[in-house]
């Protein structure tokens, strides 16, 4: 959707860190979250942070919250191989309905 | 341990013909949706529904309807289908209770038009 932005593709080597970044629109957002998607298959949830929030970290992935200047980041260190998939940033509407919107997704290529 | 299962996984239609996708889920979950997604625009909301019996319009509902008669079912209709219609659809579902209200998704359906 238009109001969740991502850059369409980033490219790093095999044990650098990758940094995916997201905007977004809309600052009654509740939760924010990260899916990574694998060729041919379905988008599955890595991480989410709620929007008290500044910062959540998950083993090799830190999520960076900005409220202020609606951003929202994804760090993975030690990027490998597997780590190449299709990153969507989402946030959660409002209301009862738990609407997600998802940004464009962001092609990561790690290179060995 | 299925989670949301899709089916079919693939299929050609030409113009004109109609057919029915199926999602089910095996987690309880209250809300379920529909998704397409194409090269460049992400994933955009079809139809959703937050309950059984219950179906609201997303995004992109043109074209498509949905039914929503068991809790664990939603079912994707294309009445006419269209060549604007190839695209992957995604089924999702989720809980309306307390924790992150993450999705679960299916593995897809990628559909053809012709």
């Known amino acids: 959707g238009e109001d969740v932005e991502q850059s369409l593709f980033l490219s790093v080597r095999e044990g650098d860190s990758s940094v995916i970044n997201c905007t977004y629109t809309d600052s009654s957002s509740t939760y924010l979250y990260w899916y990574k998607q694998e060729p041919g298959a379905g988008l599955q949830l890595l991480t989410y942070?709620?929007?008290?929030?500044d910062m959540k970290q998950d083993q090799r992935l830190t999520v960076l919250l900005n409220k202020k200047d609606k951003h929202l980041s994804l760090r993975i260190a030690d990027t490998q191989t597997g780590d190449s998939a299709i990153y969507f940033c989402?946030?959660?509407?409002?209301?009862?309905?738990?609407?997600?919107?998802f940004g464009t997704g962001t092609l990561l290529a790690v290179q060995p | 341990n299925a989670g949301v299962t899709q089916t079919p996984k693939f299929r050609v239609l030409k113009t004109g013909q109609s057919m029915t996708l199926l999602c089910a889920q095996d987690?309880?979950?209250?809300?379920m949706y529909w998704y397409r997604q194409d090269p460049g625009m992400g994933l955009r909301l079809i139809h959703y529904s937050v309950g059984e019996g219950t179906t609201a319009k997303g995004e992109v509902p043109d074209g498509y309807n949905v039914s929503r008669l068991k809790k664990q079912n939603f079912l994707l209709g294309l009445e006419s289908a269209a060549p604007s219609q190839t695209s992957v659809y995604f089924c999702?579902?989720?809980?309306?209770?307390?924790?992150?209200?993450?999705?679960?998704f299916g593995s897809g359906t990628r559909l053809t038009v012709v």
């Open positions: 989402a946030r959660r509407t409002g209301g009862a309905t738990n609407k997600l919107i």
């Open positions: 999702a579902s989720s809980s309306s209770g307390s924790g992150d209200y993450g999705y679960t």
């Open positions: 942070i709620f929007s008290n929030m």
């Open positions: 987690m309880n979950h209250e809300y």
